[in-house]
Protein backbone atom coordinates (compact mmCIF):
# COMPACT_ATOMS: atom_id res chain seq x y z
CA UNK A 1 0.00 0.00 0.00
CA UNK A 2 1.36 3.05 -1.07
CA UNK A 3 -0.03 6.59 1.11
CA UNK A 4 0.18 10.14 0.20
CA UNK A 5 1.10 12.92 3.08
CA UNK A 6 0.42 15.76 2.18
CA UNK A 7 2.96 19.06 3.29
CA UNK A 8 0.50 21.57 4.19
CA UNK A 9 1.24 25.02 2.16
CA UNK A 10 3.25 26.87 5.00
CA UNK A 11 5.34 24.79 6.54
CA UNK A 12 6.64 25.24 9.97
CA UNK A 13 6.95 23.64 13.91
CA UNK A 14 3.77 23.04 14.55
CA UNK A 15 2.44 22.59 10.73
CA UNK A 16 4.42 19.66 10.80
CA UNK A 17 2.51 18.41 13.25
CA UNK A 18 -0.42 17.32 10.40
CA UNK A 19 2.14 15.89 8.55
CA UNK A 20 3.35 13.42 11.42
CA UNK A 21 -0.42 12.94 12.59
CA UNK A 22 -1.20 11.71 8.92
CA UNK A 23 2.22 9.09 8.88
CA UNK A 24 0.21 7.93 12.26
CA UNK A 25 -2.43 6.39 11.09
CA UNK A 26 0.18 3.82 8.73
CA UNK A 27 2.66 1.25 9.74
CA UNK A 28 6.34 2.64 9.48
CA UNK A 29 7.33 0.09 7.04
CA UNK A 30 4.45 1.40 4.63
CA UNK A 31 5.54 3.02 1.63
CA UNK A 32 5.38 6.92 1.36
CA UNK A 33 4.72 9.60 -0.71
CA UNK A 34 5.35 13.03 0.65
CA UNK A 35 3.56 15.54 -1.55
CA UNK A 36 4.84 19.44 -1.01
CA UNK A 37 3.54 20.34 -4.48
CA UNK A 38 0.80 22.76 -2.53
CA UNK A 39 3.46 23.79 -0.46
CA UNK A 40 4.58 27.70 -0.82
CA UNK A 41 6.00 28.53 2.82
CA UNK A 42 8.48 26.82 4.53
CA UNK A 43 10.42 27.36 7.84
CA UNK A 44 14.00 26.08 8.50
CA UNK A 45 12.09 23.59 11.08
CA UNK A 46 9.91 22.29 8.10
CA UNK A 47 12.56 21.74 5.70
CA UNK A 48 15.03 20.10 8.23
CA UNK A 49 11.95 18.35 9.95
CA UNK A 50 11.08 16.65 6.49
CA UNK A 51 14.69 15.65 5.99
CA UNK A 52 14.56 14.00 9.74
CA UNK A 53 11.33 12.60 8.45
CA UNK A 54 12.98 10.73 5.52
CA UNK A 55 15.87 9.00 7.69
CA UNK A 56 12.65 7.56 10.02
CA UNK A 57 10.98 5.70 6.57
CA UNK A 58 12.28 1.94 6.78
CA UNK A 59 11.35 1.99 3.00
CA UNK A 60 12.86 5.12 1.30
CA UNK A 61 9.96 7.51 0.55
CA UNK A 62 9.00 9.45 -2.59
CA UNK A 63 9.36 13.26 -2.37
CA UNK A 64 7.43 15.47 -5.00
CA UNK A 65 8.87 18.86 -4.80
CA UNK A 66 6.56 22.51 -4.74
CA UNK A 67 4.89 23.63 -8.15
CA UNK A 68 5.62 26.98 -7.43
CA UNK A 69 8.97 28.18 -9.04
CA UNK A 70 9.67 30.85 -6.15
CA UNK A 71 9.58 27.74 -3.66
CA UNK A 72 11.50 25.22 -5.00
CA UNK A 73 14.17 27.81 -6.19
CA UNK A 74 14.06 29.01 -2.05
CA UNK A 75 14.05 25.14 -1.05
CA UNK A 76 16.80 24.76 -3.47
CA UNK A 77 19.04 27.54 -2.34
CA UNK A 78 17.66 26.30 1.25
CA UNK A 79 20.59 23.51 0.43
CA UNK A 80 17.03 21.21 0.85
CA UNK A 81 17.55 19.45 -2.33
CA UNK A 82 21.28 18.44 -2.09
CA UNK A 83 20.73 16.42 0.73
CA UNK A 84 16.48 15.42 0.01
CA UNK A 85 17.97 13.26 -3.35
CA UNK A 86 20.00 11.38 -1.17
CA UNK A 87 17.47 10.39 1.14
CA UNK A 88 14.15 10.77 -0.79
CA UNK A 89 13.22 9.13 -4.32
CA UNK A 90 12.99 13.21 -5.36
CA UNK A 91 10.03 13.32 -8.38
CA UNK A 92 10.69 15.29 -11.31
CA UNK A 93 12.97 18.66 -11.93
CA UNK A 94 14.49 20.10 -8.94
CA UNK A 95 16.62 23.31 -9.57
CA UNK A 96 20.55 23.71 -8.83
CA UNK A 97 21.34 25.18 -6.00
CA UNK A 98 23.76 28.57 -6.42
CA UNK A 99 27.09 28.21 -4.81
CA UNK A 100 26.33 29.15 -1.03
CA UNK A 101 28.05 32.36 -1.49
CA UNK A 102 24.91 33.69 -3.52
CA UNK A 103 22.05 32.13 -1.02
CA UNK A 104 20.36 34.34 0.76
CA UNK A 105 19.78 31.76 3.75
CA UNK A 106 22.04 32.85 6.87
CA UNK A 107 22.89 29.07 7.30
CA UNK A 108 22.00 26.42 4.46
CA UNK A 109 20.73 23.20 5.29
CA UNK A 110 24.24 21.32 7.12
CA UNK A 111 24.05 18.04 8.39
CA UNK A 112 25.73 17.63 11.68
CA UNK A 113 27.00 14.58 12.79
CA UNK A 114 30.15 14.85 14.51
CA UNK A 115 31.93 17.26 16.36
CA UNK A 116 34.16 18.95 13.67
CA UNK A 117 30.65 19.46 11.90
CA UNK A 118 29.88 22.05 14.93
CA UNK A 119 32.74 24.11 14.39
CA UNK A 120 32.29 24.38 10.98
CA UNK A 121 28.41 25.88 11.65
CA UNK A 122 29.87 28.07 13.98
CA UNK A 123 32.68 29.74 11.59
CA UNK A 124 30.01 29.61 9.09
CA UNK A 125 27.54 31.53 10.92
CA UNK A 126 29.21 34.05 12.85
CA UNK A 127 30.41 36.22 10.14
CA UNK A 128 26.85 36.45 8.45
CA UNK A 129 25.05 36.65 11.95
CA UNK A 130 26.48 39.80 12.88
CA UNK A 131 24.93 41.65 10.18
CA UNK A 132 22.05 40.63 10.56
CA UNK A 133 21.49 40.48 14.59
CA UNK A 134 23.12 43.87 14.39
CA UNK A 135 21.34 45.86 11.62
CA UNK A 136 17.83 43.91 10.91
CA UNK A 137 17.08 42.87 14.22
CA UNK A 138 18.99 45.84 16.46
CA UNK A 139 20.24 43.81 18.96
CA UNK A 140 23.44 44.55 20.87
CA UNK A 141 26.89 43.35 19.56
CA UNK A 142 27.50 41.20 22.62
CA UNK A 143 23.83 39.08 20.66
CA UNK A 144 26.42 37.77 17.95
CA UNK A 145 28.61 35.97 20.21
CA UNK A 146 26.02 34.76 22.09
CA UNK A 147 24.00 33.97 19.25
CA UNK A 148 26.80 31.48 18.18
CA UNK A 149 27.35 29.82 21.77
CA UNK A 150 23.56 29.47 21.44
CA UNK A 151 23.36 27.61 17.71
CA UNK A 152 27.08 25.57 19.19
CA UNK A 153 25.41 23.76 22.12
CA UNK A 154 22.14 23.59 20.04
CA UNK A 155 24.25 21.25 17.74
CA UNK A 156 25.97 19.56 20.23
CA UNK A 157 22.89 17.98 21.47
CA UNK A 158 22.82 16.05 17.97
CA UNK A 159 26.24 15.27 18.41
CA UNK A 160 26.22 14.23 22.22
CA UNK A 161 22.89 12.68 22.80
CA UNK A 162 21.10 11.70 19.66
CA UNK A 163 23.11 8.72 18.35
CA UNK A 164 23.03 9.64 14.51
CA UNK A 165 23.69 12.60 12.77
CA UNK A 166 20.76 15.39 12.10
CA UNK A 167 20.66 18.67 10.35
CA UNK A 168 20.13 22.30 11.49
CA UNK A 169 19.37 25.24 9.49
CA UNK A 170 19.01 29.39 10.21
CA UNK A 171 17.24 31.77 8.23
CA UNK A 172 16.12 35.62 8.53
CA UNK A 173 13.02 36.60 7.98
CA UNK A 174 9.95 39.00 8.29
CA UNK A 175 7.49 37.40 10.53
CA UNK A 176 4.20 38.28 9.54
CA UNK A 177 1.97 35.95 11.02
CA UNK A 178 2.95 36.87 14.67
CA UNK A 179 5.39 39.94 14.77
CA UNK A 180 3.67 41.97 12.68
CA UNK A 181 6.75 42.14 10.08
CA UNK A 182 9.37 42.06 12.31
CA UNK A 183 12.14 40.46 11.56
CA UNK A 184 13.53 37.28 13.43
CA UNK A 185 16.00 34.85 13.31
CA UNK A 186 15.09 31.26 13.37
CA UNK A 187 17.45 28.34 14.58
CA UNK A 188 16.22 25.25 13.82
CA UNK A 189 17.89 21.29 14.80
CA UNK A 190 16.03 18.46 13.69
CA UNK A 191 17.44 14.78 14.47
CA UNK A 192 15.82 11.29 14.35
CA UNK A 193 17.75 10.19 16.93
CA UNK A 194 16.95 8.55 20.37
CA UNK A 195 15.44 11.19 21.84
CA UNK A 196 15.05 13.08 25.42
CA UNK A 197 13.40 10.06 27.38
CA UNK A 198 15.84 7.30 26.01
CA UNK A 199 19.11 9.54 26.74
CA UNK A 200 18.21 10.02 30.10
CA UNK A 201 17.23 6.64 30.42
CA UNK A 202 20.53 5.40 29.03
CA UNK A 203 22.43 7.24 31.30
CA UNK A 204 19.64 6.16 34.70
CA UNK A 205 19.50 9.72 35.13
CA UNK A 206 15.31 9.46 35.24
CA UNK A 207 13.92 11.37 38.07
CA UNK A 208 12.63 9.55 41.05
CA UNK A 209 9.09 10.24 40.02
CA UNK A 210 5.93 7.71 39.47
CA UNK A 211 4.99 9.54 36.05
CA UNK A 212 7.96 8.85 33.59
CA UNK A 213 7.42 10.02 29.68
CA UNK A 214 7.94 12.30 26.94
CA UNK A 215 6.95 15.41 28.74
CA UNK A 216 8.66 14.97 31.93
CA UNK A 217 11.86 13.79 29.86
CA UNK A 218 11.49 17.08 28.22
CA UNK A 219 11.06 18.93 31.22
CA UNK A 220 13.98 17.20 32.70
CA UNK A 221 16.40 18.49 30.25
CA UNK A 222 15.50 21.54 29.18
CA UNK A 223 14.25 22.84 32.33
CA UNK A 224 16.01 21.43 35.11
CA UNK A 225 19.02 21.03 33.36
CA UNK A 226 19.70 16.73 33.47
CA UNK A 227 21.95 15.06 31.39
CA UNK A 228 22.22 12.00 30.82
CA UNK A 229 25.76 12.20 31.82
CA UNK A 230 26.34 12.11 35.83
CA UNK A 231 29.47 14.93 35.36
CA UNK A 232 28.12 17.60 37.50
CA UNK A 233 29.33 20.36 34.67
CA UNK A 234 26.60 18.79 32.04
CA UNK A 235 23.44 20.29 31.56
CA UNK A 236 24.57 23.98 30.76
CA UNK A 237 24.18 23.89 27.12
CA UNK A 238 20.80 23.75 27.38
CA UNK A 239 20.96 25.93 30.34
CA UNK A 240 22.83 28.45 28.28
CA UNK A 241 20.48 28.10 25.38
CA UNK A 242 17.32 29.29 27.69
CA UNK A 243 19.64 31.91 28.84
CA UNK A 244 19.95 33.60 25.43
CA UNK A 245 16.57 33.36 24.56
CA UNK A 246 15.55 34.54 27.55
CA UNK A 247 17.83 37.85 27.48
CA UNK A 248 16.46 38.45 23.93
CA UNK A 249 12.52 37.95 24.41
CA UNK A 250 13.00 34.73 22.04
CA UNK A 251 11.08 31.83 21.85
CA UNK A 252 12.35 28.17 22.47
CA UNK A 253 10.78 24.97 21.75
CA UNK A 254 11.85 21.58 21.78
CA UNK A 255 10.19 18.30 20.62
CA UNK A 256 10.76 14.79 21.48
CA UNK A 257 9.01 11.42 21.14
CA UNK A 258 5.61 12.82 21.80
CA UNK A 259 5.72 15.60 23.71
CA UNK A 260 6.99 19.56 23.28
CA UNK A 261 7.57 22.00 25.24
CA UNK A 262 8.04 25.74 24.54
CA UNK A 263 9.54 28.63 26.73
CA UNK A 264 6.94 31.34 25.46
CA UNK A 265 7.71 35.03 25.06
CA UNK A 266 5.24 37.63 25.24
CA UNK A 267 4.67 38.28 21.43
CA UNK A 268 3.74 35.16 21.23
CA UNK A 269 0.69 32.35 22.22
CA UNK A 270 1.78 29.21 21.70
CA UNK A 271 1.34 26.56 25.03
CA UNK A 272 4.60 25.58 27.23
CA UNK A 273 3.71 22.29 26.82
CA UNK A 274 1.98 19.40 24.52
CA UNK A 275 1.44 16.03 24.91
CA UNK A 276 -0.16 12.93 23.42
CA UNK A 277 1.42 14.52 20.10
CA UNK A 278 2.17 11.45 16.94
CA UNK A 279 5.32 10.04 18.13
CA UNK A 280 8.54 11.37 15.94
CA UNK A 281 11.80 9.91 17.02
CA UNK A 282 14.60 11.89 18.26
CA UNK A 283 14.27 15.53 19.15
CA UNK A 284 13.32 18.58 17.46
CA UNK A 285 14.41 22.07 18.59
CA UNK A 286 13.56 25.92 17.18
CA UNK A 287 15.06 28.92 18.21
CA UNK A 288 13.38 32.71 17.34
CA UNK A 289 15.15 35.58 18.05
CA UNK A 290 13.16 38.63 17.35
CA UNK A 291 13.79 42.00 16.42
CA UNK A 292 14.13 44.16 18.93
CA UNK A 293 10.95 46.05 19.96
CA UNK A 294 12.19 49.50 20.69
CA UNK A 295 13.73 49.66 17.41
CA UNK A 296 10.44 49.45 15.04
CA UNK A 297 8.92 52.35 14.52
CA UNK B 1 55.56 32.90 35.02
CA UNK B 2 55.32 30.60 31.83
CA UNK B 3 52.96 31.28 29.07
CA UNK B 4 50.60 29.16 27.78
CA UNK B 5 49.02 30.43 23.97
CA UNK B 6 45.68 28.50 23.74
CA UNK B 7 45.38 28.89 20.44
CA UNK B 8 48.55 27.54 19.51
CA UNK B 9 47.86 24.65 22.20
CA UNK B 10 44.05 24.32 19.98
CA UNK B 11 46.05 24.08 16.95
CA UNK B 12 49.67 22.51 17.28
CA UNK B 13 49.12 20.17 20.53
CA UNK B 14 46.11 19.27 20.04
CA UNK B 15 45.64 19.02 15.87
CA UNK B 16 42.60 20.99 15.66
CA UNK B 17 42.71 23.17 12.57
CA UNK B 18 40.06 25.99 14.57
CA UNK B 19 40.02 29.08 16.16
CA UNK B 20 37.19 29.14 18.48
CA UNK B 21 37.01 26.77 21.25
CA UNK B 22 33.53 24.91 20.90
CA UNK B 23 32.37 21.57 22.11
CA UNK B 24 33.26 19.21 24.82
CA UNK B 25 35.80 16.90 22.63
CA UNK B 26 37.41 20.13 21.63
CA UNK B 27 37.52 21.44 25.52
CA UNK B 28 38.72 18.18 26.91
CA UNK B 29 41.44 17.59 24.25
CA UNK B 30 42.91 21.26 24.99
CA UNK B 31 42.29 21.11 29.11
CA UNK B 32 44.35 17.81 28.32
CA UNK B 33 47.33 19.36 26.51
CA UNK B 34 47.05 22.00 28.99
CA UNK B 35 47.57 20.51 32.23
CA UNK B 36 50.38 18.34 30.50
CA UNK B 37 52.50 21.71 30.04
CA UNK B 38 51.18 22.59 33.88
CA UNK B 39 52.51 19.33 34.88
CA UNK B 40 55.89 21.11 33.90
CA UNK B 41 55.75 23.41 36.29
CA UNK B 42 58.02 23.86 39.20
CA UNK B 43 56.74 24.14 42.87
CA UNK B 44 54.63 27.31 42.88
CA UNK B 45 55.16 28.56 39.55
CA UNK B 46 52.62 30.37 38.02
CA UNK B 47 51.16 29.99 34.15
CA UNK B 48 49.83 32.63 32.29
CA UNK B 49 46.88 31.20 29.91
CA UNK B 50 46.32 33.30 26.95
CA UNK B 51 43.29 33.14 25.49
CA UNK B 52 44.52 35.84 22.75
CA UNK B 53 44.08 34.30 19.80
CA UNK B 54 40.62 32.61 20.63
CA UNK B 55 37.77 33.54 18.59
CA UNK B 56 34.43 32.34 20.82
CA UNK B 57 34.01 30.12 23.55
CA UNK B 58 30.87 28.27 23.97
CA UNK B 59 29.89 26.88 27.34
CA UNK B 60 30.96 23.09 27.02
CA UNK B 61 33.85 24.23 26.14
CA UNK B 62 34.30 26.56 28.62
CA UNK B 63 33.12 23.68 31.03
CA UNK B 64 35.83 21.52 29.97
CA UNK B 65 38.84 24.27 29.60
CA UNK B 66 38.32 26.45 32.70
CA UNK B 67 36.21 24.69 35.05
CA UNK B 68 37.77 21.38 34.90
CA UNK B 69 41.12 22.78 34.73
CA UNK B 70 40.45 24.24 38.28
CA UNK B 71 38.63 21.59 39.67
CA UNK B 72 41.87 19.29 39.07
CA UNK B 73 44.21 22.07 40.04
CA UNK B 74 42.25 22.76 43.18
CA UNK B 75 42.69 19.06 43.97
CA UNK B 76 46.72 19.13 43.61
CA UNK B 77 48.92 19.18 46.35
CA UNK B 78 49.28 22.28 48.20
CA UNK B 79 52.89 23.06 46.42
CA UNK B 80 51.78 23.05 42.98
CA UNK B 81 51.08 25.85 40.69
CA UNK B 82 49.23 28.56 40.12
CA UNK B 83 46.95 29.69 36.81
CA UNK B 84 46.41 33.34 35.65
CA UNK B 85 43.91 34.05 33.01
CA UNK B 86 44.59 36.99 29.91
CA UNK B 87 43.69 37.35 27.25
CA UNK B 88 39.77 37.13 27.68
CA UNK B 89 37.27 39.09 26.02
CA UNK B 90 33.85 39.79 26.71
CA UNK B 91 32.98 36.95 23.75
CA UNK B 92 34.87 34.22 25.93
CA UNK B 93 33.62 36.04 29.57
CA UNK B 94 30.16 35.27 28.91
CA UNK B 95 30.44 31.15 29.01
CA UNK B 96 33.07 31.21 31.54
CA UNK B 97 31.40 33.31 34.32
CA UNK B 98 28.31 30.57 34.04
CA UNK B 99 30.50 27.97 34.04
CA UNK B 100 32.24 29.31 37.41
CA UNK B 101 29.07 30.08 38.41
CA UNK B 102 28.22 26.60 38.09
CA UNK B 103 30.87 25.06 39.99
CA UNK B 104 31.46 27.82 42.61
CA UNK B 105 34.97 28.47 41.16
CA UNK B 106 36.77 31.95 40.60
CA UNK B 107 39.62 32.50 38.48
CA UNK B 108 41.83 35.85 37.96
CA UNK B 109 42.42 37.87 34.79
CA UNK B 110 45.34 39.37 33.93
CA UNK B 111 45.08 41.82 31.57
CA UNK B 112 48.12 43.43 29.62
CA UNK B 113 48.63 46.56 31.45
CA UNK B 114 49.33 44.39 34.78
CA UNK B 115 45.68 45.17 36.03
CA UNK B 116 43.90 42.02 37.66
CA UNK B 117 40.46 41.10 38.47
CA UNK B 118 38.90 38.64 39.92
CA UNK B 119 36.08 36.58 38.03
CA UNK B 120 33.42 33.89 39.12
CA UNK B 121 31.82 32.65 42.39
CA UNK B 122 33.45 34.99 45.52
CA UNK B 123 31.88 36.85 47.96
CA UNK B 124 31.99 40.59 48.63
CA UNK B 125 34.17 40.30 51.09
CA UNK B 126 36.82 37.99 49.65
CA UNK B 127 36.05 39.94 46.57
CA UNK B 128 37.36 43.33 48.83
CA UNK B 129 40.47 41.50 50.79
CA UNK B 130 41.60 40.03 47.12
CA UNK B 131 41.47 43.93 45.81
CA UNK B 132 43.32 44.69 48.77
CA UNK B 133 46.37 42.19 48.40
CA UNK B 134 46.67 43.35 44.54
CA UNK B 135 46.69 47.05 45.83
CA UNK B 136 49.49 46.39 48.17
CA UNK B 137 51.30 43.73 46.91
CA UNK B 138 51.60 41.59 49.77
CA UNK B 139 49.43 40.83 52.77
CA UNK B 140 49.56 39.81 56.47
CA UNK B 141 46.60 38.52 58.37
CA UNK B 142 47.43 41.05 61.48
CA UNK B 143 48.62 43.62 59.89
CA UNK B 144 45.23 45.21 58.24
CA UNK B 145 43.54 48.14 60.81
CA UNK B 146 39.90 47.64 61.55
CA UNK B 147 39.60 43.99 61.02
CA UNK B 148 40.02 41.07 63.17
CA UNK B 149 43.44 38.97 62.28
CA UNK B 150 41.49 35.90 63.00
CA UNK B 151 38.76 36.45 60.13
CA UNK B 152 41.53 38.18 58.06
CA UNK B 153 43.12 34.81 57.94
CA UNK B 154 40.26 32.82 57.41
CA UNK B 155 39.30 34.59 53.83
CA UNK B 156 43.18 35.06 52.78
CA UNK B 157 43.70 30.69 53.97
CA UNK B 158 40.04 30.38 52.20
CA UNK B 159 41.72 32.59 48.59
CA UNK B 160 44.96 31.15 49.10
CA UNK B 161 43.35 27.46 48.93
CA UNK B 162 41.59 28.93 45.78
CA UNK B 163 44.72 29.36 44.16
CA UNK B 164 43.63 32.83 43.72
CA UNK B 165 46.26 34.18 46.52
CA UNK B 166 49.64 32.88 46.65
CA UNK B 167 51.92 32.91 50.01
CA UNK B 168 55.09 35.05 49.58
CA UNK B 169 57.12 33.99 53.14
CA UNK B 170 54.40 35.08 56.02
CA UNK B 171 52.64 37.18 53.56
CA UNK B 172 50.24 36.71 50.66
CA UNK B 173 50.78 38.25 47.62
CA UNK B 174 49.04 38.61 44.34
CA UNK B 175 49.65 35.66 41.50
CA UNK B 176 52.14 38.20 40.03
CA UNK B 177 52.53 40.83 37.55
CA UNK B 178 52.57 39.45 33.64
CA UNK B 179 56.24 39.36 32.47
Not at chain 1, 43 to 63: D, V
Not at chain 2, 20 to 49: F, H, N
Not at chain 2, 156 to 167: I, M, T
Amino acid sequence: MTVVIAVPSSLDDLTFESVLDQLAQHPADAKVIVDARHATFATPYGLTALLTLAQTRAEKAEFLPPENPDTVSYWARAGFFRYAEELFDVRGHVPRPRSAGESDVLLEVTPVTKSDDVHGVVERIQERAASILLNKLHLESRATMGFAMTLSEACQNIVEHAGRGGWVMVQAYNYRRRLGGRFVVVIAVCDAGVGFRSSLESGQRRPLSDRWDDAVALEAAVVNGVSRYGDPGRGQGLKGIRGYVHRWEGKLSVRSGTARIALIPSWDDDVPRREGLAFFPGAQLQITIPEKVSAVA
Amino acid sequence: MTRIDVGSVLRNSANLPFSDLVTRPTGAAVRRCIQTELAALSEGDVALLDFSHIGMMDYSCADEVVAKLLIALAGQDAHAGYIVFHGITDAHLEAIEVVLDHHGLALVVQFADGGARLVGSVSDEERAIWEMVYARGSVAADDVAGREPAEMARILESLLRRRLLRHNGVTYAPLGPVQ
